[in-house]
């Protein structure tokens, strides 16, 4: 009540010295004010107005304390004063920082902004928000280390504040990421005509890596071994299944697996238990072994020794090369790929005869019809003359046991290396 | 007499018995120490210590790309955190190639 009082008596007096009654007018001779009265008017308006001034700033902060209480009331948000941009972040109702079991977290946000960017996770805490909210946001089993989750939020002719919160998880004493083989785990027999294995495994932390399998005999893991493809792990496990017709290592014998995560600086496996691969009653295949190797000025001679199991008639051997004799490749000597052969033997060291040759570097490789009077084992002698193929480090030749139907009985790849 | 004797060799032996260091080897497939605290280092990064008293730090990689990355180190293991997930990569450069090649 003071203050209107106040107000009005201020205005009144304003009005009657800035203004004539036109009564008064009418009747007086209007003289102009003296400079003396100007300057004192002047400042008697001066002090009126900025006293006008004072009386609405106290009035605008009222107002301003009113509309704080009644926001903060609303929303809990610490709001300072208007015109700027109050955003408070919490995780599980802190501020961080904060360490957390991994899994899922509770973010709650409020803020006075009209639209807020999220940030920190782009699969789980990215892009447009609400100005407020919450969610139940999965902060996952693979984030090492320190994560900053962040709200950035603007608005209209205001500049964009933001709030972070950070956390860091506690795994606890699980390995931060895991990979357990569960099939073949063991003991398991399978037979070797299976045309596929079904590996399994479990995983954590591992989402988006590449695991690849290798089947190899329980007594050699890297040598002779067959290679799934690769795989992307998707889920917390999966399977790999591997193809059992190609490369061949499936004769019958006691197997392992092993898988392999393919991570630059992380890489690891984890190896199955010994199962047994049997071949089928009456059904051919083979096992070997490797003899000896040679290395000669223009080549390489490899050695292997082939018992065929099961024996019969039309089975043919083949050999497989991965790349074949070019005579037209550059090389220091006169280049004749017929010098490249594989010579087989068999009886014991090769005594009983020889049984003929095959020349495999050409395109589609070579056969061999594999006599009747075999005596189960057989020794082939392979030489490879280097010059004659591009690659300087060695040749991959691939023999292959086929029934009489064409039908691959066995398989596996042997390198003729160049080198050492 | 004893009770000191207990308190001496029990101190000798805490850091044979506190967690084993990590390196780039064992860092990924053993188990973890928890935690027990990290702070600001008020220069954008962190510093703390596990429960089995190993120290770790996390630093921001500056990188022209304007690439939102750090730098976690515990022993002599290290790997780059970002917001696509933990990156691999034997140094600064190759990390923040990795984390554009991410998608």
């Known amino acids: ?420 | 007499m004893k009770n000191l004797l207990s308190g001496l060799l029990l101190l000798l032996i805490q850091p044979l018995v506190a967690g084993a260091s990590y390196d780039m080897v064992n860092f990924w497939s053993t188990p973890h120490e928890a935690p027990a605290w990290f702070s600001s280092d008020n220069y954008g990064g962190f510093y703390g210590e596990t429960t089995g008293g190993q120290t770790f730090s996390q630093k921001p990689v500056i990188n022209d790309s304007e690439v939102r990355l750090h730098k976690f180190m515990i022993g002599t293991a290290y790997f780059y955190v970002s917001d696509r997930g933990p990156i691999m990569a034997l140094d600064d450069l190759k990390a923040v190639s990795i984390y554009l090649a991410l998608v």
């Not at chain 1, 209007?30 to 308006?45: G, N």
């Not at chain 1, 500049?159 to 919160?165: A, C, K, L, P």
């Not at chain 1, 991965?322 to 090389?331: E, K, L, P």
């Not at chain 1, 020349?359 to 006599?371: D, H, I, M, T």
Request: proline share 4%.
């Open chain 1, 1 to 420: 009540m003071f203050k209107k009082l106040f107000l009005a008596a201020f205005i009144a007096s304003i009005v009657g010295f800035g203004g004539v009654p036109e009564a008064q007018a009418a009747t007086t001779v209007l003289q102009p004010p003296s400079a003396q009265t100007l300057a004192a008017l002047e400042v008697r308006v001066q002090s009126a107005q900025m006293e006008l001034i004072k009386q609405l700033m106290a009035q605008v902060t009222v107002l301003q304390e009113q509309l704080t209480k009644l926001l903060a009331a609303q929303s809990s948000v610490p709001v300072t004063s208007i015109g700027k941009i109050v955003v408070d972040l919490k995780i599980d109702g802190s501020d961080g920082p904060l360490i957390l079991k991994p899994g899922y977290a509770k973010f709650t946000w409020k803020t006075n902004a009209e639209s807020c960017i999220a940030s920190g996770d782009v699969d789980y805490w990215s892009g447009e928000k609400a100005a407020s909210g919450e969610a139940r946001v999965w902060t996952g089993n693979e984030k090492y280390g320190i994560t900053t989750y962040t709200l950035e939020c603007s608005g209209t002719n205001v500049n964009s504040e933001g709030d972070s919160v950070t956390i860091m998880f506690d795994y606890g004493t699980q390995p931060v990421s895991m990979l357990e083989l569960t099939s073949p785990s063991g003991g398991e027999t399978y037979g070797t005509d299976i045309p596929e294995l079904n590996i399994k495994y479990r995983s954590k932390g591992l989402k988006g890596e590449d695991v690849i399998a290798y089947l190899h005999k329980s007594d050699k893991h890297y040598s002779n071994y067959q290679r799934s493809k690769t795989v992307t792990v998707s889920s917390d496990g999966g399977n790999i299944v591997m193809g059992m017709q190609k490369g061949g290592a499936q004769t019958p014998g006691k197997y392992k697996v092993t898988i392999c995560v393919l991570v630059p600086g992380k890489d690891f496996c984890r190896e199955s238990g010994s199962f047994e691969l049997v071949g089928e009653a009456g059904e051919p295949y083979v096992t070997d072994s490797f003899v000896g190797k040679s290395i000669a000025g223009v080549g390489v001679y490899y050695e292997y020794s082939y018992t065929i199991h099961n024996m019969r008639d039309g089975l043919t051997f083949w050999a497989e090369p991965d790349v074949y004799c070019d005579d037209t490749y550059i090389a220091p000597i006169k280049r004749d790929c017929s010098k490249s052969k594989i010579f087989f033997a068999w009886g014991e060291g090769g005594v009983k005869g020889d049984g003929g040759k095959m020349n495999p570097y050409v395109k589609g490789g070579a056969s061999y019809q594999l006599p009747t009077s075999l005596d189960k084992s057989f020794i082939t002698t392979s030489g490879v003359a280097h010059e004659f193929f591009p690659n300087p480090d060695g040749v991959d030749i691939r023999f292959v046991l086929r029934d009489e139907r064409g039908r691959e009985l066995w398989s596996k790849v042997h390198q003729f290396g160049f080198k050492g």
